[in-house]
């Protein structure tokens, strides 16, 4: 914190010096992003088999991981909307097509905005979903599988979760009690029942025992996990963007990043929270995103990470998201309920600046009220912001962009 202090000292100053100070504005710049823990991409990488990695996107495209054949990894992690999938929250099983196509038909609402997946599993990227329900930091991991963990990877962990997630890919087609009680049992029927699904597909199965040197025979969901997380850790890897190239290469860059730059390292104090190679501290927050439909504890509420530490200091806090390729992610917040990036860093400097919040029921306000008591401790509360600068601050965003290694495609 006390780093960035000072370089927001500095950059106050170099913003209002003339143009000949570019070179000090731009090596201010660079000084505060590596302060801030920016290092090159490749340190992020975490290597894998490229072989179980050309699996595991065979397995993510698959609705052979849903009890009815339905959905897949691929149905909500598209291309086109930034590897999430363009809406407020998600609909999984019972839904049809992609995009704005799900919202109409009889699909099941997941009460979250679907993440995506930039850098995740990389080095030291070890904290997965709005409330960090899959954590290993501190050198234990936390899961809702508790003592039972099927892995000591927090990103094969959290692969494990949505299919068995009802609603997400499970849902009233499996109509036994016990598969239906979402304890670690009926978790294993569940990928038990997929495991066989997969070993009988004559390209899938024979495929991921050759890429796991095992018989058809022996393959369990923990192979599936293993592949799928080879995946997303080859496939959204942090690549290199216009800002490590600046950084690390001396590239140059238009004068409005720059300036947006200082802004997100200086007065803004955004890298406050959004620092480190992944652009989040993989710490929870409570920016008062306004709620959007049913909310994960109903009435269009959500306790965000209490809802898994139980601790009443976590209620309306969540898990600060990485921002690379942020402009493609839209919607925005755990709720979704954000569509303009502007407007998203708006709400974090001044909550009623965006008129939603006057749409809101008279439950939702009594919760929005409460999430400003906890905003008000946060480091940009009290911060100002002019509308310039926001727009510098989307200009900046935009040197963080990058493209995946394989287009993803669902069946």
Same mark, same amino acid.
């Given at each position: 914190?006390?780093?960035?202090?000072?370089?927001?000292?500095?950059?106050?100053?170099?913003?209002?010096?003339?143009?000949?100070?570019?070179?000090?504005?731009?090596?201010?710049?660079?000084?505060?992003?590596?302060?801030?823990?920016?290092?090159?991409?490749?340190?992020?990488?975490?290597?894998?088999?490229?072989?179980?990695?050309?699996?595991?996107?065979?397995?993510?495209?698959?609705?052979?991981?849903?009890?009815?054949?339905?959905?897949?990894? $691929? =149905?909500?992690?598209? #291309?086109?909307?930034?590897? @999430?999938?363009? *809406?407020?929250? /998600?609909?999984?099983?019972?839904?049809? !097509?992609?995009?704005?196509?799900?919202?109409?038909?009889?699909?099941?609402?997941?009460?979250?905005?679907?993440?995506?997946?930039?850098?995740?599993?990389?080095?030291?990227?070890?904290?997965?979903?709005?409330?960090?329900?899959?954590?290993?930091?501190?050198?234990?991991?936390?899961?809702?599988?508790?003592? $039972? =963990?099927?892995?000591? #990877?927090?990103?094969?962990? @959290?692969?494990? *979760?949505?299919? /068995?997630?009802?609603?997400?890919?499970? !849902?009233?087609?499996?109509?036994?009690?016990?598969?239906?009680?979402?304890?670690?049992?009926?978790?294993?029927?569940?990928?038990?029942?997929?495991?066989?699904?997969?070993?009988?597909?004559?390209?899938?199965?024979?495929?991921?025992?050759?890429?796991?040197?095992?018989?058809?025979?022996?393959?369990?969901?923990?192979?599936?996990?293993?592949?799928?997380?080879?995946?997303?850790?080859?496939?959204?890897?942090?690549?290199?963007?216009?800002?490590?190239?600046?950084?690390?290469?001396?590239?140059?860059?238009?004068?409005?990043?720059?300036?947006?730059?200082?802004?997100?390292?200086?007065?803004?104090?955004?890298?406050?929270?959004?620092?480190?190679?992944?652009?989040?501290?993989?710490?929870?927050?409570?920016?008062?995103?306004?709620?959007?439909?049913?909310?994960?504890?109903?009435?269009?509420?959500?306790?965000?990470?209490?809802?898994?530490?139980?601790?009443?200091?976590?209620?309306?806090?969540?898990?600060?998201?990485?921002?690379?390729?942020?402009?493609?992610?839209?919607?925005?917040?755990?709720?979704?309920?954000?569509?303009?990036?502007?407007?998203?860093?708006?709400?974090?400097?001044?909550?009623?600046?965006?008129?939603?919040?006057?749409?809101?029921?008279?439950?939702?306000?009594?919760?929005?009220?409460?999430?400003?008591?906890?905003?008000?401790?946060?480091?940009?509360?009290?911060?100002?912001?002019?509308?310039?600068?926001?727009?510098?601050?989307?200009?900046?965003?935009?040197?963080?962009?990058?493209?995946?290694?394989?287009?993803?495609?669902?069946?």
């Amino acid at each position: 914190m006390k780093s960035i202090i000072n370089f927001s000292l500095i950059a106050a100053m170099v913003l209002i010096l003339p143009v000949h100070a570019d070179g000090l504005r731009e090596e201010t710049l660079r000084q505060a992003a590596v302060s801030s823990g920016l290092v090159p991409a490749a340190e992020t990488h975490v290597l894998v088999s490229l072989e179980l990695a050309k699996v595991g996107k065979l397995l993510f495209e698959s609705k052979l991981l849903s009890p009815s054949n339905t959905i897949a990894c $691929a =149905t909500c992690h598209i #291309d086109r909307f930034g590897s @999430a999938d363009g *809406l407020q929250q /998600a609909v999984g099983i019972g839904g049809t !097509g992609i995009g704005v196509e799900r919202l109409k038909g009889n699909g099941r609402i997941v009460p979250r905005n679907t993440l995506p997946f930039w850098g995740r599993g990389g080095v030291a990227f070890n904290v997965f979903f709005w409330d960090g329900k899959v954590d290993g930091t501190g050198g234990r991991l936390h899961s809702q599988f508790g003592s $039972a =963990t099927p892995s000591h #990877d927090p990103l094969v962990v @959290a692969v494990h *979760l949505p299919p /068995a997630e009802l609603s997400e890919m499970v !849902g009233t087609e499996v109509d036994e009690d016990k598969v239906q009680t979402e304890t670690v049992n009926s978790a294993e029927l569940l990928y038990s029942a997929a495991t066989q699904r997969v070993a009988a597909d004559p390209k899938l199965g024979v495929a991921l025992a050759r890429a796991r040197r095992v018989e058809l025979g022996e393959l369990a969901f923990l192979d599936i996990a293993e592949a799928i997380a080879a995946f997303i850790r080859t496939n959204f890897q942090v690549s290199e963007t216009a800002f490590h190239r600046f950084v690390f290469d001396g590239k140059p860059l238009p004068r409005s990043v720059v300036e947006g730059g200082l802004i997100f390292y200086g007065k803004g104090g955004c890298a406050s929270c959004h620092n480190g190679p992944y652009f989040s501290d993989l710490e929870f927050h409570g920016i008062p995103f306004p709620p959007a439909g049913f909310g994960k504890n109903g009435f269009g509420v959500d306790y965000g990470r209490y809802n898994v530490t139980l601790d009443p200091s976590d209620r309306g806090r969540f898990r600060t998201p990485p921002l690379y390729n942020v402009r493609k992610t839209a919607p925005y917040g755990h709720s979704g309920s954000i569509k303009n990036l502007a407007d998203a860093i708006t709400i974090h400097f001044d909550p009623l600046g965006v008129p939603i919040y006057k749409t809101l029921s008279p439950v939702q306000r009594a919760e929005f009220y409460r999430s400003l008591k906890v905003w008000s401790s946060e480091p940009v509360s009290g911060n100002v912001l002019y509308p310039e600068d926001i727009i510098k601050l989307v200009d900046f965003l935009s040197s963080l962009e990058y493209t995946t290694r394989w287009s993803v495609e669902s069946e």
